[in-house]
């Protein structure tokens, strides 16, 4: 048996009333097929520019949108637009990882863009007018304002274009879009990994844009099957598999009022990524960052805008790991500075450099990670952050001056905050959760402190439920490694019984699940987590080496072959072993998508540590991922055959002993149907025995109430049969 250490690092107590009533049990009914838990978030809140307000969403009294502004100082409410004056405002819509906003600010703040339907209206705030700016059948993707307000660029018809507001007219920029030529937008594999939609940017200027094209005709084609109709249909979409053909990228810039594209030189090598591009302040050029085909070498380029010429101004590398897109990167005011993030230290940290690529100081420092960067002082004495500086199971906001001192923390409650600050940085709403209390909006000045609370985020119905306490620790490997993990027992948690134990991972690199936040699989927010606990199971959760937020050595320990993460929740289940109340012979492990391939893993290269797993929308096999993501990690197949092999659930299946239940939407477009076939006939083939359940015409998240709660009914119903 393995000796771990053990560190209590917290315990938070429930935010609701306990009392010694009879529990009121969940049910998969209630949870995933009405709305009673769902907490009142501030949906589609957008800061005025040039104003101390913000505006967001709310439905009327016959459930329609209206958009509401309110005043950050003074809380005064009042509606903007409401469904009397226009029909056309609807919810902000879901594209894959993206959430499409349904109204968007002008730079000068005196009007409303509002895309719906093909049709592009525009509420002048001012005149309390709306205007169809274009109402022709086609679709205007991803219309953005230029920076002086006066023109809308999208993609329309597969090519770049403008619209000018006050003249109503529009001009095509560029003719050679289509199927097979990207402009502008991505393919499946960039927006995915890359979590990258709108595939253009203004100068600041207002004369330019800069844009990708993409030529994706080598990349293969996947077919995707509808088995609904009568006649099965077939829909193709290009994605690329690891050690697969990438589309050929370019970046060219193109004067908005007419001209040829300039194309920028990115250097004699043809099958790299440009994951991000950005404007210099002197709108004269163009930051591109570069990455080359195993993504362990990121460089920033500067391209000059009307000719094309480029030159690296820095680089990162990781020889023994990958180096992540810079989303941190700011270019200040005055022109000639600019803040960059790096891991060089281990941790992610902030830089200043001047506009040559000489370092000036490191603004940050320390073993934590920055996240992401909020905001810049437009006078460039702060650069607002959030970073894991006081846990590395939360997220708090923090301020640091340019001259790398003062740096300090401005959020105090515990758990996890999302910001989103005033365009002129006065002020901000924090909207923070943790595992015992659900989202909470407040406005707070750029100093931290609390203007007021704009939602309270209460959820009403939970006051008639007693849920678990979550306590957070960590448990020692055997190589010396700490590792993230919680554990939820019942609210009549009985020392003397014998409980059995359900696991929740995902376990994927950067990923992180243990975390303090109300939705976290630790939280009281994962209510089908509180209903199994309900019915006499706890619910175990251990982040593994490889996952997010530990450094970037940490991350690095599975690069090349990830399989080595189910070894850390193998242990996980030897440390549930050593409970006095834990039944070690009754340890069962659940995830989804990724962390359905990892419960794969467990129920085949760890078998004799888990008696029951539940994989939904699993990877069974590496290779068939996408080239971005897979191959960010592990290296390409044709040079990694063996770390390809170890993280592989068939490589192990003569381990298997049964137990294993796999579930998939059909029309998966994120993880191929085709992994759950492929490892069901490898288990057909050694006569294993196992269950599955097959979701028609659904894609990767198996949307829907009706069928979530079949899922969940599913799932229930096999813990209960089979642990």
């Known amino acids: 048996m393995r000796r771990f250490g053990i560190c209590f690092l917290a315990a938070f107590l429930c935010g609701f009333p306990q009392t010694a009533r009879a529990q009121k049990p969940l049910t998969v009914e209630d949870i995933f097929g009405t709305d009673l838990f769902k907490t009142k978030a501030l949906r589609g809140v957008e800061w005025i520019p040039g104003r101390s307000a913000f505006t967001f969403l709310e439905k009327d009294g016959s459930g329609q949108n209206r958009i509401v502004r309110m005043d950050a100082e003074t809380g005064e409410k009042e509606c903007l637009l409401d469904s009397a004056q226009t029909g056309v405002l609807g919810d902000s819509r879901r594209e894959k990882r993206f959430a499409v906003p349904s109204y968007a600010w002008s730079p000068d703040g005196r009007g409303v863009l509002i895309p719906s339907d093909k049709t592009l209206y525009f509420y002048e705030t001012a005149a309390g007018r709306m205007r169809v700016l274009n109402g022709d059948a086609e679709e205007e993707r991803d219309p953005t304002f230029s920076p002086d307000g006066r023109l809308l660029a999208y993609i329309k018809n597969g090519n770049l274009a403008v619209y000018d507001i006050q003249t109503e007219s529009e001009t095509i920029l560029t003719r050679n879009g289509g199927k097979d030529r990207l402009v502008g937008c991505f393919d499946w594999v960039y927006e995915e990994e890359f979590s990258i939609r709108t595939g253009f940017a203004w100068s600041p200027d207002s004369k330019c844009i800069a844009f990708f094209e993409l030529d994706p005709t080598d990349e293969p084609e996947f077919p995707i099957v509808n088995f609904l109709p009568l006649q099965n249909t077939v829909e193709t979409m290009r994605y690329p598999k690891a050690g697969n053909a990438n589309a050929l990228v370019r970046i060219g810039v193109v004067p908005v009022r007419g001209g040829e594209t300039v194309w920028m030189d990115l250097g004699p090598e043809e099958d790299i990524y440009i994951p991000r ?145 005033s365009k002129n940085g006065r002020y901000y709403l924090d909207t923070f959760s943790n595992v015992a209390a659900p989202d909470r909006a407040i406005v707070r000045r750029s100093d931290g402190s ?34 993230n993990a919680y554990l939820l027992k019942p609210v009549d948690f009985d020392s003397t019984r014998k409980y059995p134990v359900i696991m929740h991972v995902y376990g994927g690199p950067s990923s992180q699940t243990v975390r303090n936040a109300w939705r976290s699989g630790a939280g009281m927010g994962s209510l089908w987590h509180q209903m199994m606990l309900q019915k006499g199971y706890l619910v175990f959760c251990v982040d593994n080496r490889g996952t997010g937020n530990r450094g970037n050595d940490f991350m690095n320990r599975v690069y090349g072959n990830m399989g080595l993460g189910v070894e850390d929740q193998i242990r996980g289940a030897e440390y549930l072993r050593t409970l006095p109340y834990v039944d070690g012979d009754r340890v069962g492990i659940w995830g989804w998508s990724g962390g359905g391939w990892m419960t794969c893993l467990a129920l085949t290269r760890g078998a004799s540590h888990f008696k029951a797993g539940a994989a939904v929308a699993p990877v069974t096999d590496l290779r068939n991922y996408d080239s971005i993501w897979t191959e960010r990690y592990m290296g390409l197949p044709q040079e990694n055959p063996e770390g390809y092999d170890q993280s592989n659930p068939v490589f192990f299946i003569d381990r298997y002993r049964g137990g294993l239940f796999l579930i998939h939407g059909a029309n998966d477009d994120n993880v191929h149907f085709s992994n759950t076939m492929q490892l069901a006939r490898a288990l057909q083939d050694k006569g294993k025995p196992f269950q599955l359940m097959v979701y028609p015409g659904k894609d990767h998240s198996i949307q829907g109430k009706e069928t979530q709660m079949h899922l969940y009914r599913a799932m229930t119903d096999f813990f209960i049969k089979n642990l």
């Open 450 to 483: 609390t203007v007021r609370v704009a939602e309270p985020g209460t959820i009403e119905a939970l006051k008639a439920y007693r849920l678990a306490r979550a306590s957070f620790f960590r448990i020692r490997t055997d190589d010396g490694l700490d590792l």
């Open 277 to 421: 591009i950005a404007w210099l302040k002197d709108s004269r050029h163009v930051a591109i960052q570069r990455l080359n085909r195993k993504q362990n070498r990121l460089n920033l380029l500067f391209s000059e805008a009307s000719t094309g010429f480029s030159w690296s101004v820095l680089s990162e590398e990781d020889p023994g790991g990958w180096v992540d897109a810079n989303d941190d990167l700011v270019f200040l005011d005055d022109g000639r500075r600019f803040v960059w993030s790096s891991e060089r230290t281990n941790w992610k940290h902030l830089y200043l450099y001047d506009i040559g690529g000489r370092l000036i100081r490191p603004l940050t420092g320390g073993s934590w990670n920055v996240e992401a960067v909020v905001h810049a002082d437009g006078r460039g004495r702060w650069i607002y952050f959030t970073a894991s500086e006081k846990s590395d199971l939360e997220t708090h906001f923090y301020r640091v001056g340019l001259d790398g001192r003062r740096c300090t923390r401005l959020s105090s409650e515990e758990g996890t905050h999302r910001i989103q600050m």
